[in-house]
């Protein structure tokens, strides 16, 4: 898309972004309404394999703890919190973590964390988008696909509380890329 995108920009115009904005909503609104559909696609149902039962779960016991949380990494590593949240969900094993980065920094931060972190997300996919619109160049999009994939795999996954430094390695790098250099002061 990238790639499509540099080849084009040249020769599109306003009414193009809106046609591409028009059937982008579009494509949204058939794809909800076929969930059902898109899932089998994968091998998958709208549960996401039970996440959504578990997601609910950690939103209530989350609650417990609005503002501050439980502490950072302190649930997980609690055998009795695993086994409470085991028998809410009614799996056969104990979850390690919550399977969604955003809802396990709600748990261990509380509001206060995850509005912090989300503030600092949305300020670099800013970042990233400026850049990469300035930059024009296969490279200078490199932030926006790693702002895409912090985002989208943390949906299912707890890649920023849990179990990766790769994704916050892959952030870090794109923010000191989408730093600009300092001006020289002139003395």
Known sequence: MILLWLWLY???Q???YLMILAAGLVVAILALVNLDILFALFHRDTTLTGRVSLWSH???IASQRFWLGHGFGAVWMLDPFREQVRLLVGWASQPLIGDNG???IYLHLGIVGLVLFLGVLVSFAIRAIRYALAQKTLTGF???LVVI???FANITFSLFA???VFVWFLIV???FMTTPAPKPTIK
Do not use: C, G, Q
């Open 10 to 12: 040249p020769r599109l």
């Open 14 to 16: 306003r009414k193009h």
């Open 58 to 60: 950690l939103l209530e």
């Open 102 to 104: 955003f809802i396990d």
């Open 142 to 144: 490199f932030p926006v």
């Open 149 to 151: 994939y912090a985002v």
């Open 162 to 164: 849990e179990t990766e």
């Open 173 to 175: 790098s794109a923010l």
